[in-house]
T-cell receptor, first 114, second 115 residues
Framework: DTGVSQNPRHKITKRGQNVTFRCDPI?????LYWYRQTLGQGPEFLTY????????KSRLLSDRFSAERPKGSFSTLEIQRTEQGDSAMYLC????????????FGPGTRLTVT | AQSVTQPDIHITVSEGASLELRCNYS??????LFWYVQSPGQGLQLLLK??????LVQGIKGFEAEFKRSQSSFNLRKPSVHWSDAAEYFC?????????????FGTGTRLQVTL
């Protein structure tokens, strides 16, 4: 068990560019989540996958955001036409099959849009 | 909708002193409750969780939390703080509807430990 991994750890991009982040969950976990955290705030839920199915999307997830989990393993989060307001830490978490809601977080990807 | 309030933005304690971080939640059903810790530039580490049963739960690093339904609270405690405990602490409430699952976090409490 190597934990949840995220790549890249840091991304600096210019406004208007597209960016893609990757998350590799803990191997036996079937649930995967994306959150966004801005400075001085707690993480905010973006979206949730159970296996390859995206079951819930937050209203925070505008049309410029898309997430996939094509084979029920790793996931990608893409932001198109980035804006300065997208600057944040993007956190991925996974949780195991079964009732409990405990989620295990990766180290995050810090996005800076200039 | 569920919500979490952490009334203390910043707390400073001396090393060796006791600690209590406050958390109040709002949720219509029996909540799943969590405390996470975040060191600078890092992701969140789960300290402890409450699902049901004994209202006093033990976690890692010597932390414990007590669920009080009547007060809608889930305060985090530690009897003796170490300098390495300096970090940001987040309380969260989890909702699970069978098809969707997410955590709602408070805004966090930053703990500073003086030597």
């Amino acid at each position: 068990d190597t934990g949840v991994s995220q790549n890249p750890r840091h991304k600096i991009t210019k406004r208007g560019q597209n960016v893609t982040f990757r998350c590799d969950p803990i191997s036996e976990h079937n649930r995967l989540y994306w959150y966004r955290q801005t400075l001085g705030q707690g993480p905010e839920f973006l979206t949730y996958f159970q296996n390859e199915a995206q079951l819930e999307k937050s209203r925070l997830l505008s049309d410029r955001f898309s997430a996939e989990r094509p084979k029920g393993s790793f996931s990608t989060l893409e932001i198109q036409r980035t804006e300065q307001g997208d600057s944040a830490m993007y956190l991925c978490a996974s949780s195991p099959r079964g009732g409990g809601n405990e989620q295990y977080f990766g180290p995050g990807t810090r996005l800076t849009v200039t | 909708a569920q919500s979490v309030t952490q009334p203390d933005i910043h707390i400073t304690v001396s090393e060796g002193a006791s600690l209590e971080l406050r958390c109040n939640y709002s949720y219509g059903a029996t909540p799943y409750l969590f405390w996470y810790v975040q060191s600078p530039g890092q992701g969140l580490q789960l300290l402890l969780k409450y699902f049901s049963g004994d209202t006093l739960v033990q976690g890692i690093k010597g932390f414990e939390a007590e669920f009080k339904r009547s007060q809608s609270s889930f305060n985090l405690r530690k009897p003796s703080v170490h300098w390495s405990d300096a970090a940001e602490y987040f309380c969260a409430v989890g909702t699970y509807t069978g098809t969707a699952s997410k955590l709602t976090f408070g805004t966090g409490t930053r703990l500073q430990v003086t030597l």
